[in-house]
């Protein structure tokens, strides 16, 4: 074993031990208000807990919008055909899940995902492809991952990757900076996107893979990166995502007529 892996090594059980001291000593603290923890994840207060975000099941399959039976497609997604046998969201956009992302890109904060990796990673867990899967995350262009620190699609990846006995592979850059795909200025959202991405030299493609990303809007962009991997030989693709935008949550069927 080289020296560096050595002390790397020991740098992480150092690091390990450290935290664990932590916890044994320190409260567990909510990341977004520093309140004690007290929902099930443990980086999140009760006020900040993601339950009431996650989406309104069943969800088709292969687009994660609501359907009525979680086995078949939805209308839309039988009638064409989608580069990926299977797309995992777990939240919808909003609330306390909102804030921890802009709280990771505004801020950059990369630990303030963790609990949104926490909650993809329990969606991902009922499904069997997900153990050992190679987790491709969709990239950003250099100049914003050099300004943020770092890209949320591949903490997001790793997390995921470690919890499911994966790893991660980066396969694809963003050759093209693009406007927002919320951006209300971006009519053509498939336009936008295409031939944003393309294979990163001496890229190995796998068979089989997930494209892992935060939020899925349009689909334009999750869409884009998986022609450019399944033209250079991926069979098996699917897809992860913390957030469904457009998707509505679970809580809604609770509205407030009922309460009073
Ligand atoms: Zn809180
Ligand atoms: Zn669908």
Redesign the pocket.
């Known amino acids: 074993m080289h020296l560096r892996e050595l002390l790397r090594d020991a740098a992480r059980s150092w690091r390990e031990l450290g935290s664990g001291l932590g916890e044994l000593f320190f409260e567990a603290r909510c990341v977004l208000c520093d309140a004690p923890s007290g929902s099930a994840t443990p980086w999140l207060c009760a006020v900040h807990d993601l339950e009431e975000q996650r989406l309104l099941r069943p969800t088709?399959p292969?687009?994660a919008?609501p359907?009525a039976e979680s086995a078949a497609?939805?209308s839309?997604?039988a009638e064409g055909s989608r580069p990926w046998t299977a797309l995992v969201a777990a939240l919808a956009y909003g609330g306390a899940g909102r804030e921890l992302l802009l709280q990771a890109k505004l801020g950059r904060r990369s630990a303030s995902l963790r609990p949104l990796a926490e909650e993809l990673g329990v969606e991902l867990a009922r499904h069997a492809w997900a153990r050992g899967a190679r987790f491709v995350p969709v990239p950003l262009h250099a100049a914003k991952r050099r300004a943020r620190g770092f890209n949320q699609a591949e903490v997001l990846a790793r997390e995921l990757a470690e919890r499911c006995g994966g790893r991660v592979v980066s396969l694809l850059r963003r050759v093209r900076a693009t406007a927002p795909q919320g951006d209300p200025l971006t009519r053509d959202r498939q336009a936008n996107v295409a031939r944003a991405f393309s294979l990163r030299r001496f890229a190995r493609v796998p068979a089989s893979a997930v494209l892992v990303d935060d939020t899925c809007t349009s689909m334009a962009t999750l869409e884009a990166c998986a022609q450019v991997l399944r033209r250079a030989g991926c069979r098996e693709l699917r897809a992860a995502v913390v957030f469904r935008a457009g998707a509505p949550a679970a809580r809604v069927l609770v509205s407030d007529d009922a309460v009073f």
């Open positions: 088709c292969l687009c919008l359907a497609p939805c839309i997604c």
